[in-house]
């Protein structure tokens, strides 16, 4: 079994999710293990942000950073041969904003995920982005792997 590097940038995080183009918001991992995963991500500067609202990026826009720290963290866990599982941001929970905007934001952004709870098909992070040590957004979210497989499970004969 060949092991994950300790850290990516930005193509290698690419190469992982299904976000492409400027949609990849983040520019590296720091560092990631089992429970959880902390990236940078400077992108919430760009004039081209593809989650702007005119000239705004508003706060929300973290929830989207997070969950692409998720989708990495989900890829470097995977087996080396396994095929990618597509997993879909079901719900977000108990989110704070502490900021209006992140395009003011002069510092980059820290992302943090650490995975509460889960199973092979339901996961449960919790999420932090700060910007210079200070607090932009938490939650929770809730993550649905392979949720087309699960949908034609239910999808048989009328009970």
Known sequence: ???????????????????????CLLDAV????ERGIRCRAVSHRAPDNPLRDGAAL??????EYAAQ?????G??????????????LASVRGVALHVARLDTLAAELEIRAERVSGDDDNILY??????????????RAAVI???GRLAGAFSGSPA
């Not at 060949?2 to 290698?12: E, G, K, M, Q, Y």
């Not at 508003?58 to 929830?63: F, G, L």
């Not at 919790?126 to 939650?139: L, W």
Request: proline share 10%; no cysteine.
């Open 145 to 147: 792997l392979d949720a």
């Open 126 to 139: 919790a999420f932090t982005v700060s910007a210079a040590g200070a607090p932009v957004a938490s939650g």
């Open 75 to 88: 890829a470097l866990l995977a087996p080396p041969a396994a095929a990618p599982r597509m997993g879909f």
């Open 58 to 63: 508003p706060a929300a826009s973290a929830i």
């Open 30 to 33: 720091e560092a990631w293990d």
């Open 69 to 73: 720290a998720m989708a990495v963290h």
């Open 1 to 23: 079994m060949i092991a994950a590097p300790a850290t990516l940038d930005r193509a290698a995080i690419a190469a992982r999710i299904p976000h492409r183009g400027s949609m």
